[in-house]
């Protein structure tokens, strides 16, 4: 399996720092072209087969490498996996190339009913257990790796028995997946649970890191929520540097996902992160919006 | 408690409205700064953001005529009526034109809108027509090859972007004049006569267009299966030009296909 992923990211080239595309920007990116290494894409925005959205999606793999990141897989769930939505996934991921596929550790559905949110597990060895078993399914029916990211969670389970970190990495070692690390949620659960950030860092496979996440923050007072709605908070750019000189080369994104900003916006912060990933490794690339 | 069981609590205090938080809340641990209550209070109010969100980019002008509150009241109430059973968060509105009717036979304060099931049917359908499949083009020359024997078996496909309309409330003039934001005179007065509309996309854009009754009545018999040899024979079909209005609905993509409905050899 190693193998047949390595093959993939060197046809498809995902370094540097990527953004999330969103609606609001992809006539802009349509039509100036700007040079931004990488997108990542919400795979469930883009599983309909007619009309405007698959037509964008061509476009932009035409011009641009792309991986899928979804949130309906529910890998957590005790319900069946969907084998219609990840049939889907797998046509699309493969018609257009898609470099990658993430998801979340996490359930978002169960009988049936969908939240439409990432709910959080409690990290037991039953959790662990099940989702192992869910993510291999996953990656023999994909014949790929799939990479899976940590959650924010503002909920304590009394059958939790596992740190988050320790339980994302036996995850990652027993399912033989691959890790994308979200580091605002990292901050995120160390103000809300507060986890060790440092021991977090330190427990974590780093070879297994194949993708980084920067987003803001929502400050609601006696919480704070992982709400995609605001630049990257300083001390969220400090933990970002303390992973990132261990894994220089691996790519981040920036997600921002309400109240989205100008392209410009964005494309500033994941300069900033380039500027942070740069001290650690030779050679940068240049953000030019048109 | 087993896996099974947390995530099934865990989801019926998020979706349903009788549930009692207790069950679930002795699966959970204080935080320092969250009780166990504001926990859950944090996803409940998550998940409902989120439905609320989607609702109101799907029933924008359902959302400025009701204003914010009232709209964001039966946001919470469709929740709990009818909870997503679909992973694509486009499908979640689906039975809220339903729901818009239950509401308004049961309370009062929707007596002054009448049409908003209506309006609410006409939003959805706009919504569903973006994102429908795409059709296959209108295979002529199939058609030319139909035997006049097998016009009893042949029965016309609509367009997947396509969904039909009847009102005898000015539902167009209010809905344009409240999907973006509430514009102008907000008084609308009745139309004459019953107003027919159909909707369906033109490239990647949905678009309203106008009928006659005769058109109307014709894609609605279209609509319900009949074969082109029943339709020939409605009653209505001598007050119009059949054959002008059928090549007019294919070239308009509305009609974009048919079927036999037994194999020929």
């Known amino acids: ?290 | 408690m087993p896996l099974a069981n947390i995530e099934k609590t865990f989801m019926d205090n998020l979706l349903k409205s009788s549930v009692k938080e207790s069950e679930f809340l002795t699966q959970l641990l204080p935080l320092s700064s969250l009780t166990k209550e504001k926990q859950l209070s944090i996803y409940k109010s998550n998940v409902n953001g989120a439905y609320q969100k989607v609702l109101g980019q799907v029933y924008p002008a359902c959302l400025n005529i009701l204003g914010e509150d009232y709209f964001n009241q039966l946001c919470r109430a469709y929740r709990f009526k009818y909870p997503s059973t679909d992973s694509d968060l486009n499908n979640y509105g689906e039975y809220f034109t339903v729901f818009v009717k239950e509401q308004s036979d049961l309370h009062d304060e929707l007596n002054d809108f009448e049409y908003l099931a209506e309006l609410a049917l006409l939003e959805w359908h706009w919504h569903a027509s973006f994102y429908a499949d795409n059709d296959s083009s209108f295979a002529f020359e199939k058609l030319a090859k139909v035997e006049p024997s097998e016009q009893n078996i042949l029965i016309f496909i609509l367009s997947n972007s396509f969904s039909l309309h009847s009102s005898i409330y000015p539902v167009l003039d209010i809905w344009k004049a409240n999907k973006s934001s509430v514009e102008g005179n907000q008084e609308f007065s009745m139309p004459e006569a019953e107003t027919y509309f159909c909707i369906s996309r033109v490239e990647f854009t949905p678009k309203i267009t106008l009928l006659n009754n005769y058109q109307y009545e014709l894609l609605k018999s279209i609509s319900n299966g009949l074969s082109l040899t029943q339709l020939t024979e409605r009653d209505f079909i001598a007050a119009g030009d059949f054959q002008n209005e059928l090549t007019r609905f294919i070239q308009n993509g509305w009609v974009t296909g048919f079927s036999l409905l037994e194999l020929r050899d």
């Open chain 1, 1 to 290: 399996m190693d193998v047949f992923n390595q093959k993939r990211l060197n046809d498809k080239p995902i370094s540097g720092t990527g953004i999330g595309l969103r609606s609001p920007h992809v006539n802009e990116i349509l039509t100036d072209l700007p040079e931004i290494p990488w997108f990542e894409l919400l795979a469930d925005n883009h599983l309909v087969e007619g009309g405007l959205i698959p037509l964008q999606l061509e476009k932009i793999c035409q011009h641009y490498p792309v991986t899928f990141h979804s949130v309906g897989l529910s890998l957590g769930s005790v319900d069946p996996l969907d084998m219609n939505y990840l049939a889907k996934l797998k046509k699309i991921m493969k018609q257009y190339d898609i470099a990658w596929l993430s998801e979340h550790c996490c359930f978002t559905s169960v009988a049936g009913f969908h939240s439409h949110d990432l709910l959080p597990l409690p990290y037991s060895e039953e959790s662990l257990s099940h989702m192992v078993n869910r993510i291999s399914q996953v990656q023999d029916f994909l014949g790929e790796q799939i990479l899976i990211e940590n959650v924010s969670s503002y909920m304590k389970f009394a059958e939790t028995t596992l740190d988050e970190a320790d339980f994302i990495s036996e995850l990652a070692e027993q399912a033989d997946c691959l890790l994308l690390i979200d580091v605002n949620n990292i901050y995120v659960n160390h103000i809300n649970q507060g986890i060790d950030i440092d021991n977090y860092l330190t427990s974590l496979p780093a070879e297994r890191i194949k993708e980084v996440h920067l987003a803001g923050f929502d400050d609601r007072g006696d919480f704070i929520l992982d709400a995609h709605n605001n630049p990257v908070a300083e001390p969220v750019w400090k933990i970002y540097e303390s992973l990132i000189q261990q894994i220089p080369h691996v790519p981040t994104l920036i997600e921002w996902d309400n109240d989205i900003p100008s392209l410009q916006r964005i494309l500033d912060e994941a300069q900033k992160a380039e500027v942070i990933a740069d001290k650690y490794r030779s050679g940068n690339f240049n953000y030019a919006v048109s």
